[in-house]
């Protein structure tokens, strides 16, 4: 990783302990006014940050998402693969899933301007 990326994977990091402590807000403040992002849980996608919130809400109503990054991988273009260990529980706390899968990240003035659940590169390592 670059050092001038630091920043950019910073905010990630900050992203990513955010939804994992259920901090809406301060995720939310992570984002863009016109923020894309995929209903994974769901299918499709949604769309600024009032709709990320219903979207995220409703989930942790469902499950229990626990989304761990392990590593990020500067692409072409300028968007960020990060490799996270993702494990999902039932609210009676039975696991899910617990698998890694890509996030890939579009950053746009410091901010998250959407982000996609992807498979992650056979030549990316798992750790």
Excluded at 1 to 26: G, T
Excluded at 63 to 69: L, N, Y
Excluded at 90 to 107: I, N, P, S
Aim: charged letters at 25%; proline letters at 7%.
């Amino acid at each position: 990783m670059s050092d001038q990326r630091a920043p950019e994977i910073e905010l990630l990091r900050a992203a990513y302990a955010a939804f994992n402590a259920r901090k809406i807000d301060a995720a939310l403040a992570l984002m863009t006014p016109d923020v894309a992002w995929p209903r994974a849980f769901k299918g499709g996608f949604v769309r600024g940050p009032e709709e990320v919130r219903a979207y995220w809400t409703e989930q942790w109503s469902e499950i229990d998402p626990h989304v761990e990054p392990i590593s990020f991988y500067l692409e072409d273009g300028g968007s960020i693969l990060v490799n996270v260990h993702q494990v999902v529980r039932d609210k009676a706390y039975a696991v899910l899933a617990d698998e890694h899968v890509g996030h890939r990240f579009t950053l746009e003035h410091g901010l998250i301007q959407a982000m996609e659940v992807c498979p992650l590169p056979s030549s990316t390592p798992k750790a």
